[in-house]
């Protein structure tokens, strides 16, 4: 039996002066019980863009993220930026299965979207390194290895990734790409059904 392949050295993520880091989720991890429960110590900062991106539904049945097409100037990515102390991050290191080459983290550049605090727990922290000239900031994310698409698990986008986006008010048009991969199936725990409430996002007129 061959010897385990070593994972690439993680990029160090910029800290700010409490010693946290940000971290911009876009799939399950929006959802508030399920970071409570992966990483209790992380506190939302503020929802944000990922521009030049998109989402996609993986052969392993779950969202990732990936580079637009340069030809698709309005590509975007859209979430949440949490603060993670040194222990959430390891800990997300391990759901995101980085060790066993499923994800990598990685560092993107993301923009504020919008400046209303969101609903719930925040905490009273510091920024987590400097914003550059047009308001953007460095966080760290999670990507897939496998570029390879696929169709959604049963009840992941129905319980753990639609609820937050609708509470969070997403774009009309960006919630129903998500919805437009469903399959049918309900299996998940029920405490996924029950996002906490708090608009975050203002939806465009023209897309309500």
Not at 186 to 194: D, E, M, V, Y
Request: aromatic share 8%; net charge negative.
């Amino acid at each position: 039996m061959g010897a385990r392949p070593v994972p690439p050295a993680l990029p160090a993520p910029p800290a700010g002066p409490d010693g946290r880091v940000r971290y911009f989720a876009y799939g399950s991890n929006l959802h508030r019980p399920q970071m409570a429960a992966l990483a209790p110590s992380a506190v939302v900062e503020t929802p944000a863009r990922l521009t030049g991106w998109e989402l996609f539904v993986t052969n392993d049945g779950v969202l990732s993220i990936r580079p637009a097409a340069a030809a698709d100037p309005t590509a975007e990515v859209l979430g949440l930026v949490w603060r993670c102390t040194p222990a959430d991050l390891a800990t997300l290191d391990r759901f995101e299965a980085v060790d066993e080459g499923l994800y990598v983290r990685t560092l993107v550049t993301v923009t504020v979207t919008d400046t209303a605090e969101p609903a719930g727990p925040t905490g009273a922290v510091g920024p987590a390194g400097p914003a550059d000239a047009t308001g953007g900031f460095e966080a760290v994310v999670y990507t897939a290895v496998s570029g390879r698409e696929g169709r959604p698990r049963p009840g992941y986008l129905e319980l753990s990734v639609l609820p937050p986006m609708r509470e969070l008010g997403f774009p009309a048009g960006y919630v129903g790409q998500v919805e437009s991969w469903l399959v049918a199936g309900t299996a998940g725990p029920a405490w996924l059904a029950t996002p906490e409430p708090g608009a975050v996002f203002t939806t465009p007129p023209d897309q309500a």
